[in-house]
């Protein structure tokens, strides 16, 4: 009991902080600031440059970007696509119609928090800020999954089913599963069995030799189902085999299972 009530304290006390990236001069950026702080978030201001949102605070996870034309910004539309999954980041975008169907030769519909085409409604954007910021505040105490596939679709589609429930990590191969496992902690792994060049067994083997993530429990996730691919699966003690035919609500049922009645320890995501 007393653990949940400082995990709610720690809720209030959060910073509510945003990046404002844009031309502090203009109208529509000033009144967006104002708004944003009466309702009591901390801002921090930079002009659209890479240099200046990479020095920006580590611990703002909200970025609000107002683009006047995007073929100004293009190198930081590229930046901000290599750092949104790393570094947990809500991007929203302010900017014209034209603008906005561009804005996706960057960044996918995914990556992007919410785009507010010109003329806004500065109260619609103030109470999207609060609610994106509601929403990663209880994201942040979410169970956390890391997703092994070589198939770029079924990585996305899991992706996607995942997303609502758990913080998601996704890597297309063993090498990029320890770079992914070297920087966050997560609760549970779901391995494809058959990958190229290093395969599931092996991916899990060199898991499981790493010390820091030894106890994370994994799952081999696969399309195999021949008797021989399942009994050198369940030689290897995985905490479960499920395969890709699964249904959704089944596959979701069951995650949900293992986490109930998994005694987890809590976990800081590094």
Not at 64 to 71: K, L, N, Q, S, V
């Amino acid at each position: 009991m007393e653990a949940e009530v400082n995990n709610e304290l720690e809720k209030e006390q959060r910073p509510r902080k945003v990046l404002i990236i844009g031309n502090r001069n203009e109208f529509l950026v000033r009144s967006v600031i104002n708004d944003l702080l009466w309702r009591h978030f901390e801002i921090e201001e930079v002009e659209p440059t890479v240099t200046e949102i990479s020095r920006a605070d580590e611990s703002i996870k909200i970025y609000i970007i107002f683009i006047e034309r995007i073929a100004d910004v293009q190198n930081l539309l590229v930046y901000l696509k290599d750092v949104i999954f790393d570094k947990k980041l809500s991007v929203c975008v302010v900017c014209n119609h034209l603008d906005a169907l561009e804005l996706e030769n960057y960044v996918t519909k995914d990556e992007i928090a919410a785009v507010f085409e010109r003329p806004v409604n500065i109260k619609e954007i103030g109470s999207a800020i609060d609610e994106i910021f509601q929403k990663s505040s209880t994201a942040e105490t979410r169970r956390s999954i890391l997703i092994v596939d070589d198939d770029p679709t079924f990585l996305h589609k899991t992706q996607q089913l995942f997303r609502d429930t758990y913080k998601v990590y996704m890597a297309n191969s063993a090498a990029s599963a320890l770079m992914v496992l070297s920087k966050h902690t997560v609760d549970l792994i779901l391995l494809d069995y058959e990958m190229p060049i290093v395969g599931g067994p092996q991916a899990y083997e060199m898991i499981k030799a790493e010390p820091s993530v030894a106890d994370t429990p994994i799952m081999f996730l696969t399309g195999k189902t021949d008797m021989q691919s399942v009994k050198k699966a369940i030689s290897l003690k995985p905490a479960h085999y499920l395969t890709k035919t699964l249904p959704a609500s089944e596959l979701l049922a069951t995650i949900s299972y293992f986490f109930v009645h998994h005694s987890l320890p809590g976990r800081e995501d590094g």
